[in-house]
Nanobody, 121 residues
Framework: QVQLVESGGGLVQAGGSLRLSCAAS????????MGWYRQAPGKQRELVAD???????NYQDSVKGRFTISRDNVQNTVYLQMNSLKPDDTAVYSC???????????????WGPGTEVTVSS
């Protein structure tokens, strides 16, 4: 089986920074894309940023220049460095990864349970 676990969320003042981590573990053969999504109260889940296995990144316009996604392919971990945080960034942040697992013997998308980020004004 495969598990994704996020960490690093919390309460921060506007203008502050947080670094989120998401570690994948289990019967992993290979990981393709990894990404961060967020869902604010009363809103739909949206893509924040994603990164391919070779490091090509993509960002939502509202976080460009403030957030940086990166990954460690040895540790099977994806990070999201969030700077200049705004109250509008308040949400539950979840990671998603496309993983080839020995258990399923096929590619599949896996989600972590999420970590809460609250930005106070």
């Amino acid at each position: 089986q495969v598990q994704l676990v996020e960490s690093g969320g919390g309460l921060v003042q506007a203008g502050g920074s947080l670094r989120l981590s998401c570690a994948a573990s289990g019967t992993i053969i290979s990981i393709d894309s990894m990404g961060w999504y967020r869902q604010a109260p009363g809103k739909q889940r949206e893509l924040v940023a994603d990164i391919t296995s070779i490091g090509i990144t993509n960002y939502q316009d509202s976080v460009k220049g403030r957030f940086t996604i990166s990954r460690d392919n040895v540790q099977n971990t994806v990070y999201l460095q969030m700077n200049s945080l705004k109250p509008d960034d308040t949400a539950v942040y979840s990671c998603k990864a496309k993983i080839l697992s020995r258990h399923r013997r096929s590619w599949g998308y896996y989600w972590g349970p999420g970590t809460e980020v609250t930005v106070s004004s």
